[in-house]
């Protein structure tokens, strides 16, 4: 070890004279660390220790709280520097936005921070551990590491596979599998969601669209009569005359769109109850497209236009009915508000960058339809806005909350009990689709000045910590809410959505990984889950991230290098929420498969033969014409019944011999040495399977 350290303290001189000569360095001549004998042999009794232990790290990005914490562990770093890091990726800066990890994750900086450092005790540390085997990976990104050459014992902080629950298309269609593994409805906790560049999806969507339009209606003339008039919007009648004069159709009667409603509602029910299957397509009682069309024109005009009604007191009754009735069957009927707003998101852009709101149909198909290699990869999502939700001071809100995974089989989960809540910029509301209104990403409200028009209660830096908003609901008589019906949801839609991806994960062992999922607030409180991101950022952008931020990774710490030591460890303020039975995998057997046998010396006797009353089976094809000599029973020449029965002691196998041929021939079995050559992907196909 003491030749390591004078070789690294020579070639560390070496460099830091180059560098000063060039130029190119960060030090220059002057402001050269003076390297004393007492600061060496503290390096070398750390790094000796280190490696005895095992205890060499390597962090990519600005995580000043993971390298202190592991300093304080007794970790040496080896430093991922800018040329080596460039080696790990797969993808350069060009393709970043499209790569899976930029898709589902919110902290995109690859850029070290600037460390203190000033005797370069670090740097010549790392330096004497240049070429030992680092035993712990944090990086900002899955494909910085390739897992696939790690050994067994080291740790690293990403799973590989992750896109099937982080990034928004794999959370929209695992999550419809929920019922194979739990008897959950993902309606109840995940907005529902479709892919636009699936053309069966596509479909889908639409039906939705007009049902929802039609379930809109109703609310609207129900909450007309009661007189909620928060979500209408005042137009004055020359707008009015404008949309009508864009309506291609001639808008419907008020007791028409009445009808059309209440036939689409029971129409829908009826399928769910499956009391449509006799029903032919040419008796189908579903509106032609003429009138689909002239009815989401004269929607439009009445809820998104204001257009004045009849009176409509007769109606209410109805379509408070229909309305129950739809409740019991669809969870998210409150949520979906009067204006039949969607959010279309591009599945490969991360942050709220391209998500934008729509009520128009044709608008949403033509935004889609504008990037026709997102269609084609059916990365265009479209998800029903959450038109109704919980808000603090009349802004809305959305909760940051982490959960970590330690294992996916058995599958562990452990949730953090502290979050955070990302505010708007500006005050709720449905007269305008802006993003300042609706996204609460920090990403895009950052940038954004708030409104002289929010209430006063909202931070400038639109964050509150759990706490803050615990006491805002103490102060509404909500308290308890908090514990009973916020919480508890959070985890099992997390739960859930871990467990609809479970097998297309792939499990290795000494892997660990941090997420960040996104919820939103009804005005019920119930949660509902938006998305799951990787690498949740960290930057301590506000008072309430700066001490969370720093918390969450300490305590990450705790769960997964702590507890290795000490099952009894303080993992923090990680509380594990879910640890399912371990499901046995068969070992894995390798590739080539070889059989391999001996001959067997002892010969086996045939069975007896059957009298010689019974003839030897006919076969069809192979029975010549009779020949007369035979017939007659004249016997075979000597010679021809000579070689027939050589012929026979020899034969391997034979079908029942003629009485009047010699009997029990000897019978040998021969077993080869076989080698089978299976495919090059089994292994896949293997791991797969189980």
Same mark, same amino acid.
């Given at each position: 070890?003491?030749?390591?350290?004078?070789?690294?303290?020579?070639?560390?001189?070496?460099?830091?004279? /180059?560098?000063?000569?060039?130029?190119?360095?960060?030090?220059?001549? =002057? *402001? &050269?660390?003076? +390297? !004393?004998?007492?600061?060496?042999?503290?390096?070398?009794?750390?790094?000796?220790?280190?490696?005895?232990?095992?205890?060499?790290?390597?962090?990519?990005?600005?995580?000043?709280?993971?390298?202190?914490?592991?300093?304080?562990?007794?970790?040496?770093?080896?430093?991922?520097?800018?040329?080596?890091?460039?080696?790990?990726?797969?993808?350069?800066?060009?393709?970043?936005?499209?790569?899976?990890?930029?898709?589902?994750?919110?902290?995109?900086?690859?850029?070290?921070?600037?460390?203190?450092?000033?005797?370069?005790?670090?740097?010549?540390?790392?330096?004497?551990?240049?070429?030992?085997?680092?035993?712990?990976?944090?990086?900002?990104?899955?494909?910085?590491?390739?897992?696939?050459?790690?050994?067994?014992?080291?740790?690293?902080?990403?799973?590989? /596979?992750?896109?099937?629950?982080?990034?928004?298309?794999?959370?929209? =269609? *695992? &999550?419809?599998? +929920? !019922?194979?593994?739990?008897?959950?409805?993902?309606?109840?906790?995940?907005?529902?969601?479709?892919?636009?560049?699936?053309?069966?999806?596509?479909?889908?969507?639409?039906?939705?669209?007009?049902?929802?339009?039609?379930?809109?209606?109703?609310?609207?003339?129900?909450?007309?009569?009661?007189?909620?008039?928060?979500?209408?919007?005042?137009?004055?009648?020359?707008?009015?005359?404008?949309?009508?004069?864009?309506?291609?159709?001639?808008?419907?009667?008020?007791?028409?769109?009445?009808?059309?409603?209440?036939?689409?509602?029971?129409?829908?029910?009826?399928?769910?109850?499956?009391?449509?299957?006799?029903?032919?397509?040419?008796?189908?009682?579903?509106?032609?497209?003429?009138?689909?069309?002239?009815?989401?024109?004269?929607?439009?005009?009445?809820?998104?236009?204001?257009?004045?009604?009849?009176?409509?007191?007769?109606? =209410?009754?109805?379509?408070?009915?229909?309305?129950?009735?739809?409740?019991?069957?669809?969870?998210?009927?409150?949520?979906?508000?009067?204006?039949?707003?969607?959010?279309?998101?591009?599945?490969?852009?991360?942050?709220?960058?391209?998500?934008?709101?729509?009520?128009?149909?044709?608008?949403?198909?033509?935004?889609?339809?504008?990037?026709?290699?997102?269609?084609?990869?059916?990365?265009?999502?479209?998800?029903?806005?959450?038109?109704?939700?919980?808000?603090?001071?009349?802004?809305?809100?959305?909760?940051?909350?982490?959960?970590?995974?330690?294992?996916?089989?058995?599958?562990?989960?452990?949730?953090?009990?502290?979050?955070?809540?990302?505010?708007?910029?500006?005050?709720?509301?449905?007269?305008?689709?802006?993003?300042?209104?609706?996204?609460?990403?920090?990403?895009?409200?950052?940038?954004?000045?708030?409104?002289?028009?929010?209430?006063?209660?909202?931070?400038?830096?639109?964050?509150?910590?759990?706490?803050?908003?615990?006491?805002?609901?103490?102060?509404?008589?909500?308290?308890?809410?908090?514990?009973?019906?916020?919480?508890?949801?959070?985890?099992?839609?997390?739960?859930?959505?871990?467990?609809?991806?479970?097998?297309?994960?792939?499990?290795?062992?000494?892997?660990?990984?941090?997420?960040?999922?996104?919820?939103?607030?009804?005005?019920?409180?119930?949660?509902?889950?938006?998305?799951?991101?990787?690498?949740?950022?960290?930057?301590?952008?506000?008072?309430?991230?700066?001490?969370?931020?720093?918390?969450?990774?300490?305590?990450?710490?705790?769960?997964?290098?702590?507890?290795?030591?000490?099952?009894?460890?303080?993992?923090?303020?990680?509380?594990?929420?879910?640890?399912?039975?371990?499901?046995?995998?068969?070992?894995?057997?390798?590739?080539?498969?070889?059989?391999?046998?001996?001959?067997?010396?002892?010969?086996?006797?045939?069975?007896?033969?059957?009298?010689?009353?019974?003839?030897?089976?006919?076969?069809?094809?192979?029975?010549?014409?009779?020949?007369?000599?035979?017939?007659?029973?004249?016997?075979?020449?000597?010679?021809?019944?000579?070689?027939?029965?050589?012929?026979?002691?020899?034969?391997?196998?034979?079908?029942?011999?003629?009485?009047?041929?010699?009997?029990?021939?000897?019978?040998?079995?021969?077993?080869?040495?076989?080698?089978?050559?299976?495919?090059?992907?089994?292994?896949?196909?293997?791991?797969?399977?189980?």
């Amino acid at each position: 070890m003491d030749q390591v350290v004078t070789a690294s303290v020579h070639q560390y001189n070496q460099d830091e004279t /180059k560098s000063s000569q060039t130029g190119k360095g960060q030090r220059n001549f =002057v *402001n &050269l660390p003076v +390297l !004393h004998p007492e600061r060496l042999k503290t390096a070398k009794v750390l790094v000796e220790k280190a490696v005895k232990m095992h205890k060499v790290f390597s962090v990519q990005g600005p995580y000043p709280v993971i390298r202190e914490a592991l300093r304080a562990r007794g970790w040496v770093e080896q430093r991922m520097h800018r040329s080596n890091h460039c080696a790990h990726q797969c993808h350069n800066n060009d393709s970043r936005a499209t790569s899976v990890d930029a898709a589902d994750s919110d902290d995109n900086s690859d850029d070290v921070e600037e460390e203190q450092d000033p005797d370069g005790l670090y740097d010549l540390m790392s330096r004497l551990v240049r070429k030992e085997i680092v035993y712990f990976y944090w990086t900002n990104r899955r494909d910085a590491i390739n897992t696939n050459n790690l050994q067994k014992e080291q740790i690293t902080n990403h799973f590989a /596979k992750a896109g099937s629950f982080t990034t928004k298309v794999g959370l929209c =269609v *695992n &999550l419809r599998n +929920l !019922h194979w593994f739990d008897s959950a409805d993902p309606d109840t906790f995940f907005p529902r969601c479709y892919r636009l560049g699936a053309q069966d999806e596509k479909h889908a969507f639409i039906e939705d669209y007009r049902r929802t339009a039609c379930t809109s209606l109703l609310k609207y003339i129900v909450e007309k009569e009661h007189g909620v008039q928060g979500e209408r919007r005042s137009h004055n009648i020359a707008s009015i005359d404008d949309q009508r004069k864009q309506s291609k159709s001639k808008p419907m009667v008020l007791s028409q769109m009445i009808d059309c409603a209440l036939k689409v509602c029971q129409e829908f029910l009826e399928s769910l109850e499956h009391r449509d299957i006799d029903i032919s397509l040419d008796t189908a009682q579903t509106l032609t497209k003429e009138e689909w069309a002239k009815f989401i024109d004269s929607y439009y005009l009445v809820v998104h236009g204001g257009a004045e009604l009849e009176n409509s007191d007769h109606f =209410v009754k109805c379509c408070k009915t229909m309305l129950q009735r739809m409740r019991q069957v669809s969870p998210q009927l409150d949520i979906d508000g009067m204006h039949n707003i969607w959010i279309i998101k591009p599945g490969a852009k991360s942050r709220g960058r391209g998500i934008k709101c729509a009520k128009h149909l044709d608008h949403i198909l033509r935004l889609v339809n504008s990037d026709t290699t997102l269609m084609k990869e059916s990365k265009w999502v479209v998800q029903k806005y959450l038109e109704r939700p919980f808000l603090v001071h009349g802004t809305k809100f959305d909760v940051r909350q982490w959960f970590l995974v330690t294992d996916w089989n058995p599958l562990t989960v452990w949730f953090y009990k502290k979050c955070y809540l990302r505010f708007s910029t500006q005050p709720y509301s449905l007269d305008t689709l802006d993003s300042s209104v609706h996204l609460c990403n920090n990403s895009i409200q950052k940038h954004l000045r708030p409104s002289q028009q929010r209430h006063r209660g909202i931070p400038a830096d639109n964050m509150w910590s759990d706490d803050q908003f615990r006491t805002f609901l103490s102060n509404q008589g909500q308290e308890d809410q908090w514990e009973t019906v916020v919480v508890p949801g959070m985890k099992k839609a997390i739960i859930h959505a871990l467990q609809t991806t479970q097998d297309l994960m792939e499990s290795r062992k000494n892997t660990f990984e941090l997420y960040g999922a996104d919820f939103m607030l009804g005005r019920d409180l119930r949660p509902w889950l938006i998305e799951i991101n990787v690498s949740p950022t960290m930057a301590p952008s506000t008072h309430v991230t700066a001490r969370l931020c720093a918390a969450v990774q300490e305590d990450t710490l705790r769960v997964v290098l702590d507890r290795r030591i000490d099952r009894t460890a303080n993992s923090g303020d990680f509380e594990l929420i879910y640890r399912q039975a371990a499901v046995e995998v068969p070992q894995y057997v390798g590739v080539n498969l070889l059989v391999e046998g001996f001959k067997i010396k002892q010969p086996c006797p045939l069975p007896p033969l059957r009298s010689s009353g019974l003839s030897a089976p006919k076969h069809r094809g192979l029975v010549k014409e009779k020949d007369p000599a035979v017939e007659k029973g004249k016997p075979l020449p000597k010679v021809l019944l000579k070689n027939a029965t050589t012929q026979l002691k020899t034969m391997r196998c034979s079908a029942p011999l003629p009485h009047h041929l010699p009997p029990e021939p000897t019978v040998t079995l021969h077993i080869e040495t076989l080698t089978f050559h299976l495919p090059s992907d089994y292994k896949q196909v293997h791991s797969l399977s189980h």
